[in-house]
């Protein structure tokens, strides 16, 4: 049965360079399940040199979940890498959201977490 749906928006630019924004979700009860996702809603890039390399990546980066004994395990790094944008996490602790840009790069990403 859902819980909750709770949604959120983070947004990054960068002139020159790389930067990355980060959204860090906690979920203090163990036996919470939860499907997340996130996805980029909006990028622009504004052109200064024809050649310049630019890109905007939103993923999920990382999870925690509670163990059988109420201990968190270790840190889970997604297997997918950057085109990590979904999940389904049972007994979740944590989750961390990413939005890397560069180059003259303002994006926003939409992040929905469905507990159940």
């Known amino acids: ?26 979920i203090g009860s163990p036996g919470q399940n939860v499907y997340a996702t996130i ?31 109420g201990k968190l395990f270790a840190p889970s790094p997604n297997s997918m890498g950057r085109t990590q944008n979904a999940v389904a996490i049972r007994d979740c602790a944590s989750i961390e959201f990413r939005l890397d840009v560069e180059n003259w790069v303002v994006a926003t990403a939409q992040i929905n977490i469905f507990q159940f």
Do not use: C, K
């Open 39 to 69: 996805s980029l809603s909006g990028v622009d890039h504004y052109s200064t040199e024809p050649d310049m390399e630019r890109h905007a990546t939103a993923y999920i980066a990382r999870w925690t979940a509670w163990g059988p004994d």
């Open 1 to 26: 049965m859902l819980q909750s749906v709770d949604g959120f928006w983070i947004s990054a630019s960068v002139f020159t360079g790389t930067f990355s924004n980060s959204y860090f979700h906690f």
